[in-house]
């Protein structure tokens, strides 16, 4: 009893020491990004802002001023790059994974097992021939360059983790729908597609965050300050504007937020996702 | 409704043979019951009509028309599966609801049908549950209502039953039976279990390994079947079958435990057909139990009595061999008791040992 009272609370001192550490930093971006420029430089710092202000946000989201213009520019380039990729990706995906789950054809598992391969390397391994076959496809310094590397980078999860969820719906439904008369493609559209929305929100969100997060790729195949996205972006603020502090804090505060919003409002998805099909299968 | 035929139907999975050159006519109006033990192939018979698996060979019609290359939607069926599979993510009106909206069904009338038929399976109280929300019993129900909603030209139905309690089992048999009676409709049932086939179908077709044993009326198949394997196969508790010798020129039987066995004038013809040795077949409602030898009875021993109470089985052994015979309830017999067998001639089957036919007049 008392050893098990011991592993307890040491185990609760443990997970609020990883709490405190993971979002100390945060929460110091959040803190600074209220102060103003003077008082972000200030030793010893403020914990509590004495005077905070929502300046650099508002500097940071209005069109009428260069600073504004630049960052949401890099937002929207972001926003766009990690649609299109996560849009792409489940496009490619959801017929893939169905295939995998359903149909037997020559080299399937091969095939398959290849899909994975990808993932058993380092992204940064392949910046280089991917970086040549861009140039030969004459994508080098384009958008496209990074939407098409990000599919790739997204796909080998999204097949393995859609197909976990296929093959836990019963073939009998589909044959069902065919019987009452749907065709094959409705029995997919109408009968299989709703019961795997699950999985595909929460493949849909991890390439999306990917993508958004992505920051070598986007420095190496990107040079035009117009089409970058938001890492570099920013890292081009934190150069750039190098003693504003509270305006990067501010930036990244922004950056941070489309992904903690899908997370929160998506996360039941994404344990029922990564339970139910890929545990059981 | 409509009439079914199967012609030298054949399913390969690979090397495996599935369905067998199998052959048979679902008359128009009737309620055919396909049964086997498992894995000899019933299921993929069924979807095989039903057009979710591709023929390897032969030919199906429905009605007047060949759908060998039509897809499920366009053969104009219905089906309830094992596991119902009944959509989970729709309320039971919806599912009730789907195949009519897939044949672009108004939508006053697909509320019309669909009210009927819950009405009619009695479960009007259930239409804004979810299957998951349902017993086993409801589930079947909802299902059986998805495919009378329509009206198919044939209905097929894959152990619809194997999922419920005993009890109610029986319940739902009897509706199924009667809502075949009111609707006239063409029904191939599939079953494992052979008091369901017996007690609802018109005809019964005894499939094994793929290949068709027998296609007759439950009467027949259980009176008069063709091979061993269909008289092991139908009936309950099983066809006794014991091995034995043709001797006095196909006059009298000799068994391996060296009884003998007088035969009556048109056994002993049928016994004078076989190529070597017969098997001896006999239900046990055809078995007399008698406390004394005769030139027609076989001795044994009782092993155990069962009593269930309309009727008492008794184990009976001759030699190593173990007989099933059933008398009245009010007879006493106690284990090891010795008893003599007799049986009824006109009753009595025999197979041909080398074939596993059975020998005809
Ligand atoms: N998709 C498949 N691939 C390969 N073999 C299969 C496939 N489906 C069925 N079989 C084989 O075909 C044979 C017949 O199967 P089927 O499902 O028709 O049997 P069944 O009579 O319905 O049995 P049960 O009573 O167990 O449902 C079995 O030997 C089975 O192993
Ligand atoms: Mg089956």
């Given at each position: ?253 922004i950056m941070s937020v489309p992904v903690v919003a899908l997370f929160l409002v998506l996360q039941k998805y994404f344990v029922r996702a990564l339970t139910d099909g890929a545990v059981k299968s | 409704m409509a009439q079914v035929r199967l012609g030298n139907i054949v399913k390969h999975y690979g090397d495996s043979i599935a369905v067998d050159d199998v052959s048979l006519t679902v008359e128009d109006g009737e309620f055919v019951a396909l049964v086997g033990p498992s894995g000899c192939g019933k299921t993929t018979t069924l979807n095989l009509v039903a ?118 089992r029986v319940q739902m048999r009897a509706e199924l039976k009667r809502f075949h009676q009111d609707l006239k409709a063409t029904i191939i049932y599939v079953t494992h279990d052979q008091l369901e086939a017996v007690t609802m179908a018109d005809r019964m077709a005894v499939m094994n390994h793929g290949v068709l044993q027998q296609y007759d009326t439950p009467e027949v198949v259980f009176n008069a079947p ?136």
């Open positions: 009893m008392k050893e098990h009272g011991f592993w307890r609370l040491g185990g609760k001192l443990y997970l609020a020491a990883l709490v405190v550490f993971t979002m100390l930093p945060m929460v110091w971006m959040v803190i600074t990004s209220l102060k103003t420029q003077f008082a972000a430089l200030q030793y010893p710092p403020e914990w509590i802002p004495r005077n905070p202000t929502l300046d650099q946000y508002w500097l940071l989201l209005s069109p009428a001023n260069a600073v504004g213009r630049e960052f949401l520019r890099y937002l929207f380039n972001s926003v766009w790059v990690s649609a299109a990729s996560t849009v792409l990706g489940v496009a490619v995906a959801v017929p893939a994974a169905y295939a995998f789950s359903r149909f037997r054809f020559p080299g399937r598992n091969l095939l398959f097992y290849s899909v994975l391969l990808r993932n058993m390397f380092p992204a940064v391994v392949f910046l280089m021939p991917l970086f040549i076959m861009m140039r030969w496809l004459g994508l080098v310094n384009t958008q496209a360059s990074l939407i098409l590397t990000y599919l790739t980078f997204g796909l080998p999860l999204s097949i393995w983790l859609l197909k976990g969820f296929y093959d836990n719906i019963p073939v009998q439904l589909e044959q069902a729908a065919r019987i009452d008369g749907a065709s094959r493609f409705q029995a997919f559209l109408l009968i299989v597609m709703p019961l795997s929305a699950p999985g595909i929100t929460a493949t849909a969100i991890y390439s999306f965050i990917m993508a958004w997060n992505e920051y070598v790729y986007a420095l190496t195949f990107l040079n035009d300050k117009d089409r970058l996205t938001l890492p570099v972006g920013l890292q081009r603020f934190f150069t750039e504007y190098a003693t504003n502090w509270p305006g990067l804090m501010a930036a990244s505060f | 057009g979710l698996l591709e023929l390897t060979g032969g030919t199906i019609h429905i009605g007047d028309r060949q759908v060998n290359e039509l897809d499920p939607k366009d053969r104009d069926i219905a089906m309830v599966f094992q596991n119902y599979a009944l959509y989970p993510n729709k309320t039971v009106y919806a599912n009730l609801a789907f195949p009519l909206q897939m044949r672009k069904t108004a939508k006053a009338d697909i509320d019309r049908k669909v009210r009927a038929a819950a009405a009619s399976l009695d479960i009007t109280h259930l239409l804004q549950r979810r299957p998951r929300e349902l017993s086993g019993g409801q589930q079947q129900r909802v299902a059986l209502g998805r495919a009378l909603v329509r009206d198919p030209k044939v209905f097929l139905m894959d152990e619809p039953l194997s999922n419920l309690d005993a009890k109610l063709l091979n061993l394997f269909v008289a092991g196969f139908v009936g309950s508790p099983a066809m006794n079958l014991f091995p034995a010798e043709v001797a006095d020129g196909g006059a009298s039987l000799l068994g391996p435990e060296g009884w003998r066995l007088t035969l009556s004038e048109r056994n002993a013809a049928r016994a004078r057909r076989a190529t070597g040795g017969v098997i001896l077949g006999a239900r046990h409602s055809m078995i007399g139990l008698h406390g004394e030898p005769a030139t027609d009875r076989i001795p044994g021993r009782v092993y155990t009595v069962e009593p269930t109470g309309d009727i008492t089985f008794v184990h009976v052994r001759i030699a190593a061999a173990n007989v099933i015979a059933s008398v009245g309830p009010d007879i006493r017999l106690r284990a090891d008791d010795a008893v003599w067998l007799s049986f009824d001639q006109n009753k009595l089957h025999l197979f041909d040992v080398a074939s596993g036919q059975a020998l005809r007049d």
